[in-house]
């Protein structure tokens, strides 16, 4: 009897569950059938156009503002320092007085050699006439030979004294000529290291100014050695130029190379690089760091925002959107510089590229374009 009952409710349930499901529409409303297709997904991005446009091949660097002429002013004479012409820190012309220095001792000593001079030649002038009168005298048999010869003798020791004197005479002048320091060339000038009364010489090692020419001036920097080659063609073609831009400030100047090291550093395998600079308004200080970039040339090139590339297992990709479809293609970048990558194979330019929004895209994704953020 038990068994017959269980096996009488499996029926009934069964049976229920039969009526339920036959009845489903009822109770669903008959949404079951009649639910619209789901609609595809459209993801906002921002885009950007790849372009084909001139791209210079460019080395970035670090490098050192040097002057092309810098001059340590010091005495040549031993004396003391009557006036100082100068504001410390001052810009200076060539040919501007400096120093002048106490030059009444040599002053005496040229009076005292042209005294002597003087003497001398009043003695050559007296030798002179004897000969000219001995000689008379001999061709009237008055005199002997011997007075003629001792008269010439006296004339030429003296001409070669009044020659003496008058180089000694030269020298006290060339010496008085070293009181009197000028600026040999142009250029800005350090605060004076002595002031009026101090004593110099010859043997002092602090200099008594320095004078750095400010325009124009040298930039040091070093590249790689595989930069050379090509440096050395652009060189004989006159093409390179050097950018040197102070750091935090973007105040820059241009230039271009002056000559580069004739050897390799060994144990970096960098090789030193001098760029000359008009720097007019002496935006570069001798002794800053600035950041430099040697242009070597310029070549054309297809570009993008360097955030359109993306990186995968197989190499870098951008999304390239097409008639509002999302396609990835495999691009290769030979370079960044600036936020800009150059693209080698891949792009031909014009196409529209994802800048913006990549996470959420994978091929065949619907877009739509958004305008682009303030700055980007």
Known sequence: MKKRTSIALLVLVGAAAVAAYATRSSWTGGSANTQAPQRARIVSVELAKAERKPVPVDVD??????????VALKSRVETTITSVHFEDGAK???????????????????????????????????AERDVRRFTDLIGKGATTQVSVDNAKTQSDILAGTIRADQSA???LKVQKSYTIIRAPFSGRISAANVKVGNFVRPADTAPLAT???MAPVYVSFAIPQRVLADLREAMAAGSTSVIATIPNSGRSETGKVAMVENTVDSTTGMVTVRGIMSNPNETLWPGILVQ??????????????TVAVQRSQTGNFVFMVKDGVAHVQPVEVDRTFQGISVITSGLKGDEDVVVDGQLLLTKGT?????????GA
């Open 169 to 171: 005479l030269d020298n």
């Open 92 to 126: 200076v012309k060539e040919g501007d007085l400096l120093f002048t220095l106490d030059s009444r001792q040599i002053d005496a000593q040229i009076e005292q050699a042209e005294g002597t001079l003087a003497r001398d030649q009043a003695q050559l002038a007296g």
């Open 292 to 305: 430099t970039k040697l242009i070597v040339r310029t070549e054309d090139g297809v570009v993008v925002p």
């Open 211 to 213: 004078i750095n020419q």
């Open 366 to 374: 619907r877009v739509e374009a958004r305008a682009r953020k303030a």
């Open 61 to 70: 660097s670090i490098g050192t503002v040097t002057p092309i002429s810098s």
